[in-house]
């Protein structure tokens, strides 16, 4: 019998936000941000380079908790990957090409700076799931969603309460 590996994802800066402003703050969620580490450190788990700078202009928590207690690989380079960028300039010629966005969406999604399509380019690349907390929306014009390209591309997406549970995680 052979054992499986553990599946990997690649984690969005909407989990990491959301959390910490609403359901697992961290002075009454403590579990959930000690659970994150511990994912981390197992290798279960992973972000990208642009994500961290997402979390770095918001100097403040967050920004402090992610640099005390995240492994030092757990942000990986987006930047030095041809296999990388050749999927993150698919997604963009992609959403460029896509009549139903406004050109704003479009522009917001293909800036560099942005980690979206750069989170789902590094999950192409790496076979990992996409977690974020953005939902599918079939109708969207005006933001192009994480989900939505996920499912153009056929890239595992889930939420942050799916991606618990695939764990059993509980407080």
């Known amino acids: 019998m052979t054992s499986v590996l553990p599946p990997k994802y690649v984690l969005d800066t909407s989990l990491f936000t959301q959390a910490k402003r609403s359901y697992y703050a961290f002075d009454i969620a403590r579990s959930f941000w000690g659970y994150l580490v511990q994912l981390a450190q197992e290798g279960k788990i992973t972000s990208i380079d642009k994500v961290y700078d997402e979390v770095e202009r918001g100097k ?91 499912h153009a591309f056929n890239v595992r997406h889930i939420d942050t309460f799916t991606f618990l549970r695939e764990h059993d995680f509980s407080m």
């Open 60 to 150: 403040d928590d967050l920004y402090v908790w992610a640099q005390q207690n995240l492994p030092s690989q757990f942000f990986c380079e987006t930047d030095n990957s041809p296999d990388l960028l050749i999927n993150y300039q698919q997604l963009i010629n992609g959403s460029s090409s896509n009549t139903q966005f406004t050109s704003n969406a479009k522009a917001e999604f293909a800036q560099y700076n942005e980690a979206d399509a750069w989170v789902i380019a590094f999950a192409i690349s790496n076979k990992l799931t996409v977690v974020s907390q953005e939902t599918f929306n079939a109708n969207i014009k005006r933001k192009i969603l994480i989900p939505n390209v996920c």
